[in-house]
Nanobody, 118 residues
Framework: VQLQASGGGLVQPGESLRLSCAAS?????MGWYRQAPGKQRELVAG???????SYADSVKGRFTISRDNAKNTVYLQMNSLKPEDTAVYYC????????????????WGQGTLVTVSS
């Protein structure tokens, strides 16, 4: 399975962005990690199948993960962006549920940079 991510960019605090990740085939679990400079990679949001979602505490209420199974595509709608959301975001996919450390991830997409700055 190959993952193609898109949608990063430069926005001001409070603005929104939507990331997309298209998979070349069907996969059970898809999600997004991010890594900021000098920080560990963290799991931002994950989705199992078409309904089970999980979020990092830091993005709850602001980010929404969704999935179009017909297109094998997962989205991350990011609202009310903050400077601390600045990071490279990576799409991930796996056959089992994956954790914050990346265990369970079988496939990684290329990173897409999100910069939140005034």
């Amino acid at each position: 399975v190959q993952l193609q991510a898109s949608g990063g960019g430069l926005v001001q605090p409070g603005e929104s962005l939507r990331l997309s990740c298209a998979a070349s085939g069907s996969i059970f679990c898809m999600g997004w990690y991010r890594q900021a400079p000098g920080k560990q990679r963290e799991l931002v949001a994950g989705m199992i199948g078409g309904s089970v979602r999980s979020y990092a505490d830091s993005v709850k209420g602001r980010f929404t993960i969704s999935r179009d199974n017909a297109k094998n595509t997962v989205y991350l709608q990011m609202n009310s962006l903050k400077p601390e959301d600045t990071a490279v975001y990576y799409c991930a996919a796996g056959r089992v549920r994956f954790n914050s450390g990346g265990t369970g991830v079988d496939y990684w997409g290329q990173g897409t940079l999100v910069t939140v700055s005034s």
